[in-house]
């Protein structure tokens, strides 16, 4: 019987094996056929982008030459058109057919003039004709008109326009004609063809350029005439005509015979120019893009074959690895089961015990989240996981009356709690695959000797499983933090310590625990936060990207600056900053408080110790800004030589530039000095540890969007992080009295980068202008504590830096021609300086629907309203005119003055009349057309006088000098 039923399950097993190969024979081939389909439709989609990447390829090569060949056309065509419709050609041509004896001595002065004219434009021969096609003047004999050259006469009489023959050869070189009709000069209107200009135009040249190969295509041009067809292609490096008879039956891009080489077939696109009768093709051979696609396709049908045998070598491992998992699963889930009934079993025993209600998960959730900081295996973290769940198993076997109790526990009821691994040990090691039993023994981190006594001892690190150690920390942290019948919870730092205290906890495991915040292990052990009052209330502000401003809640837009999309929220910190100088908490009087004792020092350049004051403060906040590659940086390490020259410590602080690049600049500014110190650093930490080591004047940090502090989060560059590097290094720098100046970023708009409050942090705001393709920077004072604000000075960039321009009244006006119409003379003023600027305007036609305005140096906006005012007040129609306008040398001007010189450049442009050589302007237009008085009116007068510019337009004045209405203007300088 039992040889029955073994051949029986054999048999068995025999047909499962059978039904299983031919499960994966069937499955191989259905693959096979499926991988086969996709193969073909992957080899179609291949063939189909190769053809378009050659179409697309031809098509933008052609569509170029088609352009060139077009731009060719129509320079040839208006350098006839200038000849052919030449007056004196014309007049003698119809003179000519009229009395030839009265022209002869005309054509001696003609034949000249028409040779040089062939001769300056590179034309291989130029005919005047008459209207029968009659040489009158010809710069070389070519000898009796052919049958082609009447054909194109009768083509130009009859289409009354230039008339172009095929390209033909003559003597080895290649050439088209070109006839075009000229007109009687008075007439009807449709003037009497009185004869023709005719040239021969070489195109060898034009032709080269043309079909220059590309690549591996072979470019062609077909030349259509009315008795053959010329065909002209590239062969080895000249051009060659050769007669063809078929012309392309389409020029879509397609497989056709060959052009050029008869009986080959090739890939080409063709196209046709209709007014010069050519088609332009190119071509590319067949057997070249059938080397492509046959490429292609062993690579596709090779991956077809080994994905095939891939395939079915994965179904044959699925299909193993099947029966494995599917007898794992019936094993798991028999685990699963077990697992569960223990932990109902578990809950119910600890109903009333509500400190051990969910104990197992909590312990499991904080263990998998140590593993994954230790980064365990994924075994591991089952092992885990499955121990965790079980963790208290053994706490079943500890009286209830030992669980509850209040107060100490003896000696007996201790033996007896530490007995709960033993216990749940034994239940466990029998039921449970693998070590999980044995790291629920070893997680409570003691060996039982005797069950009986509940003698134990301490366990060794080195002889506990890695999970025992994650769940010992994780168990005895859980425990600790958590509830007890016999105490409080412990808090979060007191546990932490507890840990690094003891032994036997793993250091790896403590110090992965001590990297998760307080608020994650609160999350994962379901501990509810802290009171309210417990500890310091943390709230978010948000903060304006633009301008600083805060707000307590989030909105689109900023209520300071109305910027949209810029508020961030940022943590509101206690601590108070404090104010610079003296501080007092309650009111005293002024005339008591004690003068600063600071001097300034010079910072080498005598103006710019005079636009900021006296020099450069000790303990000043200094602020500069500028576009990219203007000269910050120069202008800085020349003043940080020449500090550190005169014997004063100076430390330049780069985040942007390595120490080579800052040596090699000061090198070539000859500002190399021992006094002179450098680093390159990210961090404010490094430069105030060197301004506390080394005791710099001057402290130079290039630049404060670069540089980081440790006491604020975000990336260098933010708001939080600006603001907080300023003040360290302002607190620093007004604690030690050293002279501070910062590099600041600005935007695409021109102000500087990063909150509004940043310039009001600091003690001066300078501004560095100018266009860095010109030679000369304006540097501006916006904001000044120790000096006056909104001076101005101007230097030129040389080799050697920044040179001061002392004098630059007339410095913008240098190159400046005066007889030409559309300029005039601003005599501006910037800050305390008067400047003669020049003003340009161009009126020019348009031929747009909506005219352009242009403006370089001012406001557009500004622009627009003047022509609105000199439309209304003085009616003038600027509807079908462009307008530019710019202030000359690169400045930027944006004070009212400018509105009179702007206007009177315009109508001098307008009328097309220049202005007296001398002039000069200033004054503002209001929308009445009224000249206004602007500020600084004696300065800018002296000014002009001391310069000698004659007349002075500016808004009249108390004794009734100067003009009052733009109509005055208009009445003296245009007469109009």
């Not at 033996?415 to 691994?421: C, G, S």
């Not at 625990?513 to 379901?526: A, F, H, K, P």
């Not at 070539?668 to 540890?689: F, W």
């Not at 603001?723 to 302002?730: D, G, H, P, S, V």
Request: glycine share 8%.
């Amino acid at each position: 019987m039992q040889k029955d039923m073994a051949q029986e399950k054999k048999g068995s097993q025999t047909l499962a094996y059978k039904t299983l190969y031919c499960f994966l024979g069937g499955a191989v081939i259905l693959v096979g056929l499926i991988a086969g389909l996709l193969c073909n439709a992957e080899m179609t989609k291949k063939e189909h982008a190769i053809l378009s990447e050659h179409r697309d390829t031809a098509h933008a090569w052609i569509s170029a030459r088609i352009e060139s060949i077009h731009a060719w056309e129509a320079k040839l065509l208006e350098t006839v058109r200038f000849v052919s419709q030449a007056e004196m050609f014309r007049i003698f041509t119809k003179d000519y057919q009229s009395d030839q004896d009265s022209v002869r001595e005309e054509i001696d002065y003609l034949r000249p003039l028409l040779n040089d004219t062939a001769s300056r434009r590179e034309w291989a021969n130029a005919r005047i004709l008459d209207a029968k096609g009659q040489v009158i003047i010809a710069t070389k004999d070519d000898g009796p008109m052919t049958d082609a050259v009447t054909d194109l006469i009768q083509r130009a009489r009859a289409e009354r326009a230039a008339a172009i023959s095929p390209i033909y050869a003559d003597k080895g070189q290649y050439y088209i004609d070109l006839f075009d009709p000229l007109y009687e000069v008075l007439g009807p209107s449709t003037p009497e063809i009185v004869g023709y200009l005719h040239i021969a135009v070489p195109m060898d040249k034009f032709l080269g350029d043309l079909l220059t190969e590309y690549k591996n295509y072979s470019p062609a041009i077909l030349s259509i005439g009315p008795k053959k067809k010329i065909l002209a292609r590239l062969k080895g490096s000249s051009v060659e005509l050769q007669a063809v008879s078929d012309l392309p039956t389409s020029v879509t891009f397609a497989k056709r015979a060959s052009l050029a080489n008869p009986g080959t077939d090739v890939w080409s696109l063709a196209a046709r120019i209709p007014s010069l009768s050519w088609i332009v093709a190119l071509e590319y051979p067949n057997e070249m893009l059938e080397h492509e696609l046959a490429a292609v396709a062993r690579t596709i049908y090779g991956l077809w074959g080994f994905g095939s045998l891939a395939v079915a070598l994965v179904l044959a491992l699925l299909v193993g690895s099947w029966v494995v998992r599917h007898k794992a699963q019936e094993e798991q889930r028999c685990i699963g089961g077990l697992v569960h009934a223990i932990e109902c079993a578990l809950d119910g025993a600890d109903e009333k015990l509500r400190y051990l209600q969910g104990r197992s998960e909590k312990v499991a959730k904080l263990s998998l989240r140590l593993a994954s900081v230790l980064k365990l295996s994924s075994q591991s973290h089952e092992n885990i996981k499955l121990a965790a769940r079980l963790s208290q198993v053994g706490k079943i076997f500890v009286p209830r009356d030992i669980m509850i109790k209040r107060g100490l526990l003896t000696d007996d009821e201790r033996r007896q709690v530490q007995l709960a691994p033993y216990h749940a040990y034994n239940v466990l090691k029998g039921v449970l695959p693998g070590r999980v039993a044995r790291i629920v023994y070893q997680m409570g981190g003691k060996v039982i000797d005797d069950p009986t006594t509940g003698a134990n001892h301490e366990l060794q690190r080195k002889d506990m499983l890695p999970e025992a150690r994650v769940l010992l920390v994780a168990n005895d942290f859980c425990a600790m933090v958590s509830q007890r019948g016999n105490r409080p919870p412990l808090p979060m730092e007191d546990a932490r310590k507890k840990l690094e205290g003891r032994e036997i906890y793993d250091k790896d495991v403590v110090a992965a625990i001590n990297t998760l915040s307080d608020n994650e292990i609160r999350e994962i052990l379901e501990i509810p936060a802290p009171a309210w009052g417990s500890m310091a209330k943390k709230r978010d502000i948000f903060v304006c990207k633009a301008c600083g401003a805060e707000t307590l809640q989030w909105r689109g837009q900023c209520p300071a600056c109305q910027a949209w999309n810029t508020l961030e929220a940022q943590e509101r910190s206690q601590r108070a900053e404090a104010p610079r100088g003296q501080v007092s908490d309650r009111p005293v009087q002024l005339i008591s408080v004690q003068d600063s004792s600071e001097v300034p020092y010079s910072s080498g350049i005598e103006a710019l110790d005079r636009v900021l004051g006296q020099g450069l403060v000790p303990g000043g906040a200094y602020l500069i800004g500028g576009e990219p590659g203007i000269g910050k940086s120069t202008l800085l390490l020349q003043i940080a030589g020449s500090v550190a020259k005169k014997g004063r410590t100076v430390l330049y602080a780069s985040g942007e530039e390595a120490l080579t690049q800052i040596r090699a600049r000061a090198e070539r500014l000859g500002m190399l000095d021992p006094n002179l110190l450098a680093i390159a650093t990210s961090r404010t930490d490094d430069i105030v540890a060197g301004v506390e080591t080394h005791g710099p004047k001057l402290l130079i940090v290039d630049s404060v969007q670069t540089v980081a502090s440790a006491n604020a989060e975000g990336q260098p560059g933010s708001i939080s992080q600006v603001r907080a590097a300023t003040r360290e290094l302002m607190d620093e720098s007004r604690r030690l009295g050293v002279t501070l100046i910062l590099v600041g970023h600005v935007t695409k708009d021109g102000t500087l980068a990063g909150p509004r409050l940043l310039e009001h942090m600091v003690d001066t705001v300078i501004s560095l202008e100018g266009d860095r393709r010109q030679m000369f920077r304006l540097l501006r004072i916006f904001k000044n504590r120790f000096g006056p604000n909104e001076e101005l000075l101007v230097f030129r960039m040389e080799k050697q830096g920044l040179q001061v321009i002392d004098d630059p009244s007339t410095f913008f006006l240098t190159a400046r021609d005066p007889s030409l119409s559309g300029t005039a003379v601003v005599m501006a003023v910037d800050g305390q300086r008067p400047l003669a600027v020049e003003v340009q305007a161009l009126v020019a036609r348009t031929y747009l629907s909506i005219p352009r305005r242009t403006a370089l140096g001012f406001d557009v906006n500004r622009l627009n309203l003047l022509l609105a005012v000199l439309e209304k007040r003085l009616s003038l129609n600027f509807s079908q005119v462009d307008i530019y306008a710019r202030v000359g040398g690169g400045i930027r001007l944006s004070e009212p003055g400018l509105d009179l010189a702007l206007v009177t450049a315009i109508l001098s442009s307008y009328y097309d009349l220049p202005l007296p050589e001398k002039s000069v302007f200033w004054g503002e237009v209001d929308l009445n057309g009224q000249i206004r008085p602007v500020s600084a009116h004696p300065l800018r007068l002296s000014q002009a006088k001391r310069l000698g510019f004659t007349p002075c337009m500016y808004p009249k004045t108390e004794n009734g000098d100067g003009i009052a209405i733009l109509q005055d203007l208009q009445r003296e300088l245009f007469h109009q």
